[in-house]
């Protein structure tokens, strides 16, 4: 009789004294969070609109800001698609087989998480630059990549391409493969089987890593950087044309140019969480 209210007094008295802990830590994220986020986010748009909405599409309308958006979208759709190929086909021969080099496959799908943007890029320019391994080859055949469009692609795809496969991987791996070994059973072909059977299964983990390789693809500096040469209206992209501006104390032009990319992040994170929600609800 008396041993389940001695149960739920205690357990009355531990709330009661965690309570402050909890509202400190509460406060304390809230804290953190208006900090380093949403001050950051309110400082990019009044900067952006400080001279008013005229300065503001203004500074998106200059030819300089459209190439640099252009360029922005032309490296994304040409990695994102690569990625997701790569990404699916890493992740499925990793999850399904055993083979000699498969801890070094999993090894190199994280390198660009723990390379460096810049160092990333500077391979690039040893590999293609003029002074670089393939340098002298790529010039005696009027190959452009260093500061010019393929390279920024090429420095995109690099540091892009572990978020598909690297978000899709253990969704494989939760699934198992009893469906797919069940549909080989019964005559399908291997084709059939992935579209038909592994695909479904794995489709909002390859949305949730398509966007966040997307994301990624359009906000990349440090390696695109590198490569580009900030040649104006040629090889900027829009955060190298952010950068640009800022240098050049065109602050409206510049937070104008970040306030797009926000507006990107804010996007990607609506869609990160709307994409959980459904994987969680299937």
């Not at 203004?58 to 690569?82: G, K, Q």
């Not at 496969?165 to 699934?175: G, I, K, T, W, Y």
């Given at each position: 009789?008396?041993?389940p209210?001695l149960?739920?007094?205690?357990?009355?008295?531990?709330?009661?004294s965690?309570?402050p802990?909890?509202?400190l830590?509460?406060g304390?994220a809230?804290?953190?969070?208006?900090?380093?986020?949403?001050?950051p986010?309110?400082?990019?748009f009044?900067?952006?609109?400080?001279k008013?909405?005229g300065?503001?599409?203004?500074?998106?309308?200059?030819?300089e800001a459209w190439?640099a958006?252009?360029?922005?979208?032309?490296?994304?759709?040409?990695a994102?698609?690569?990625?997701?190929?790569?990404?699916?086909?890493?992740?499925?021969?990793?999850?399904?087989f055993?083979?000699?080099?498969?801890?070094?496959l999993?090894?190199?799908?994280?390198?660009?998480f723990?390379?460096?943007?810049?160092?990333?890029?500077?391979?690039?320019v040893?590999?293609f630059?003029?002074q670089?391994?393939?340098?002298?080859?790529?010039?005696?055949?009027?190959?452009h990549?260093?500061?010019?469009v393929?390279?920024?692609?090429?420095?995109?795809?690099?540091?892009?391409?572990p978020?598909?496969?690297?978000?899709v991987?253990?969704?494989?791996q939760?699934?198992?493969?009893?469906?797919?070994?069940?549909?080989?059973?019964?005559?399908a072909s291997?084709?059939t089987?992935?579209?038909?059977v592994t695909?479904?299964?794995v489709?909002?983990g390859?949305?949730?890593?398509?966007?966040l390789?997307?994301?990624?693809?359009?906000?990349?500096?440090?390696?695109?950087?590198v490569?580009?040469?900030?040649?104006r209206?040629v090889?900027?992209?829009?955060?190298l044309?952010?950068?640009?501006?800022?240098?050049?104390?065109?602050?409206v032009?510049?937070?104008?140019?970040?306030s797009?990319?926000t507006v990107?992040?804010?996007v990607?994170?609506?869609?990160?969480?709307?994409?959980?929600?459904?994987?969680?609800?299937?």
């Amino acid at each position: 009789m008396h041993a389940p209210s001695l149960q739920l007094q205690r357990r009355a008295h531990v709330q009661a004294s965690s309570a402050p802990l909890r509202w400190l830590l509460i406060g304390g994220a809230l804290l953190f969070m208006g900090l380093f986020l949403f001050v950051p986010l309110v400082a990019v748009f009044t900067f952006a609109f400080q001279k008013g909405v005229g300065e503001y599409l203004s500074a998106l309308a200059t030819p300089e800001a459209w190439a640099a958006i252009r360029l922005t979208l032309l490296a994304a759709v040409i990695a994102v698609p690569i990625n997701l190929v790569f990404g699916l086909a890493a992740a499925w021969l990793i999850a399904r087989f055993k083979f000699r080099g498969r801890d070094l496959l999993l090894t190199l799908i994280d390198l660009p998480f723990s390379v460096s943007p810049v160092i990333a890029g500077l391979i690039f320019v040893l590999l293609f630059g003029r002074q670089g391994w393939l340098g002298p080859w790529l010039a005696e055949h009027d190959i452009h990549i260093i500061f010019s469009v393929p390279g920024i692609v090429l420095a995109t795809l690099f540091i892009t391409f572990p978020f598909v496969a690297r978000e899709v991987l253990p969704v494989m791996q939760a699934q198992g493969s009893d469906e797919e070994e069940a549909a080989l059973t019964l005559g399908a072909s291997g084709w059939t089987t992935f579209l038909r059977v592994t695909l479904p299964k794995v489709k909002w983990g390859v949305l949730y890593g398509v966007i966040l390789c997307n994301a990624r693809a359009m906000g990349e500096f440090g390696a695109v950087s590198v490569v580009s040469g900030h040649i104006r209206g040629v090889t900027t992209t829009l955060p190298l044309h952010a950068e640009i501006l800022y240098n050049e104390y065109d602050f409206v032009g510049a937070f104008a140019a970040a306030s797009l990319l926000t507006v990107l992040a804010l996007v990607t994170l609506v869609l990160k969480k709307y994409v959980e929600w459904k994987a969680e609800a299937s």
